[in-house]
C-alpha cells in the first residue's frame, strides 16, 4: 500500500535561511509526487510535482525538489526562506494506475523567525 | 481563470438541517473532487467526479450526497450531519482525471452544533 512519511512535525527556520522538508514514500514503483503548501485557513496550492525525467524539478515560490529513487525519498528545498513561506506543507504521493487517489503525509509545519 | 471557488465560507448548522456546499470552476477541468480536512490533519478524499459522473466514493457515509450538475460546478448536500463532521471541506479540481488535483478552493469550514 502507498504511504507518506514526513519526519517532521514542526520546523523552525530564520528568515534568508534555508530550508529542506523531508518527504519519504512507500509504493511499488515510480509514484507520481507532489509537495502542497496550505497557509492558515485557506486551501492547498500545489507548489510542484514529479511525473518523470529530470529528478530536480522547479516549482514556484522559489521551491525544488528531488527525487531520489534510492532512497525513496522526496525532499522540498529552498535556499532562502521568507517570512510568508510559514504555512503547512504535504507530501503526496499518487498511483500511476488507474484515477489519483492522492495520498498526504501528516504534513509539515513551517514557521519562519524574523 | 485559474481559481476554483468556493460558497460558503463558513457553515453553521444542526443536526438535523439540511444544507449544501457549492463548489465552481471555468477552468474547463473534467475531474473535480472534494476532500475533508480535520484541524492538523491532511486531507482525506471523499469523492471524485470525472466527466461528471462519479467515479470514486471513498467509503463515505449517506449523510453526504454529492452531485455533479455540470462540468463546472459541483455540490455537496448535507443532512443529519454528527458534530464529528465538522471540518474544512474543500474541492479541487484537474483537467484530467488521471492527474492530481492541481487546483484548490479555498474550503468551507463546517461547524456541526
Known amino acids: 500500500a502507498q504511504s507518506v512519511t514526513q519526519p517532521d512535525i514542526h520546523i523552525t527556520v530564520s528568515e534568508g535561511a534555508s530550508l529542506e522538508l523531508r518527504c519519504n514514500y512507500s509504493?511499488?514503483?515510480?509514484?507520481?509526487l507532489f509537495w502542497y503548501v496550505q497557509s492558515p485557513g485557506q486551501g492547498l496550492q500545489l507548489l510542484l510535482k514529479?511525473?518523470?525525467?529530470?529528478?530536480l524539478v522547479q516549482g514556484i515560490k522559489g521551491f525544488e525538489a528531488e527525487f531520489k529513487r534510492s532512497q525513496s525519498s522526496f525532499n522540498l528545498r529552498k535556499p532562502s526562506v521568507h517570512w510568508s513561506d510559514a504555512a503547512e506543507y504535504f507530501c503526496?504521493?499518487?498511483?500511476?494506475?488507474?484515477?489519483?487517489?492522492?495520498?498526504f503525509g501528516a504534513g509539515t509545519r513551517l514557521a519562519v523567525h524574523p | 481563470d485559474t481559481e476554483v471557488t468556493q460558497t460558503p465560507k463558513h457553515l453553521v448548522m444542526g443536526m438535523t438541517n439540511k444544507k449544501s456546499l457549492k463548489c465552481e470552476q471555468h477552468?474547463?477541468?473534467?475531474?473535480m473532487y472534494w476532500y475533508k480536512q480535520k484541524a492538523k490533519k491532511p486531507p482525506e478524499l471523499m469523492f471524485v467526479?470525472?466527466?461528471?459522473?462519479?467515479?470514486i466514493n471513498e467509503s463515505v457515509p449517506s449523510r453526504f450526497s454529492p452531485e455533479c450538475p455540470n462540468s463546472s460546478l459541483l455540490n455537496l448536500h448535507l443532512h443529519a450531519l454528527q458534530p464529528e463532521d465538522s471540518a474544512l471541506y474543500l474541492c479541487?479540481?484537474?483537467?484530467?482525471?488521471?492527474?492530481?488535483?492541481?487546483?484548490f478552493g479555498p474550503g468551507t469550514r463546517l461547524t456541526v452544533l
Open positions: 479541487a479540481s484537474s483537467q484530467d482525471p488521471r492527474e492530481s488535483p492541481q487546483y
Open positions: 509504493y511499488g514503483a515510480t509514484p507520481y
Open positions: 514529479y511525473f518523470s525525467g529530470d529528478t
Open positions: 503526496a504521493v499518487g498511483a500511476r494506475e488507474g484515477y489519483n487517489k492522492l495520498i
Open positions: 477552468m474547463g477541468h473534467r475531474a
Open positions: 467526479y470525472s466527466y461528471e459522473k462519479l467515479s
